[in-house]
């Protein structure tokens, strides 16, 4: 049972443009929905996070627009580069069990 | 503040065997996740430990089993070992309370079973 879902799969972007990376959940239990940055060889690293009371968070070229009606929450990174290369995970997190349920990734390639 | 650790790095069994993966949590972490991450899939939490006590587990059969010790490290156990076992097997470790959607990952094990 797959409780988040996450789209693109992958997604290439010139240096200096916008990557949006989509996802959606089913449970209304979860109380922080985090993002993380993995690049290959290393785990995953958290980015940013939000909760769901919040519509929108930024932190420098990173962004998460929360839409909890629609179950819906996006990473938005802005001027894209190089180094931004890697694959981005969303995720839900419960505090029951403190069990973090991930996507499926997003492999952002960014062309310079 | 010492990051995440695990070992071995890489391991190769063969079907049937039993292997066991290490962590050491990071600093001041009094809990630990082991994840599985399949090629080019996102992790899937296999179960958690904290005060040396499974706190939660996910959808994986009952050979996949695990430990804490008191110094908060961490091993997972995999018995009979299938083909399908293979995948990167992340730990990580955080706080029990606070900001626990705050996970550090270590490295990972690659494990490859024939």
């Known amino acids: 049972q797959q409780q988040v879902k996450q789209s693109p799969q992958s997604l290439i972007v010139q240096k200096g443009g916008i990557s949006i990376i989509n996802c959606a959940y089913e449970n209304t239990a979860f109380d922080y929905f985090p993002w993380y940055q993995q690049f290959p060889g290393k785990g995953p690293a958290l980015l940013i996070a939000i909760r769901p009371d919040v519509s929108e968070k930024k932190e420098g070229r990173f962004t998460i627009s929360f839409n909890k009606s629609a179950k819906q929450f996006s990473l938005h990174i802005m001027d894209s580069q190089p180094g931004d290369s890697a694959t981005y995970f969303c995720a839900a997190h419960k505090a029951a069990g403190n069990k973090l349920t991930f996507g499926g990734g997003t492999r952002v390639l960014v062309k310079p | 503040e010492t990051g995440v650790t695990q070992s071995p790095t890489h391991l190769i069994k063969t079907r049937g065997q039993q292997v066991t993966l290490r962590c050491s949590s990071q600093s001041g972490h009094n809990t630990v996740s082991w994840y599985q991450q399949a090629l080019g899939q996102g992790p899937q939490f296999i179960f958690q430990?904290?005060?040396?006590?499974?706190?939660g587990r996910g959808n994986f059969p009952p050979r996949f089993s695990g430990l804490q010790f008191p110094n908060y490290s961490s091993e997972l156990n995999v018995n009979a070992l299938e083909l399908d076992d293979s995948a990167l097997y992340l730990c990580?470790?955080?706080?029990?309370?606070?900001?626990?959607?705050?996970?550090?990952f270590g490295p990972g094990t690659r494990l490859t079973v024939t």
């Open positions: 990580a470790s955080s706080l029990a309370a606070g900001r626990s959607y705050e996970q550090y």
């Open positions: 430990y904290y005060r040396e006590e499974e706190n």
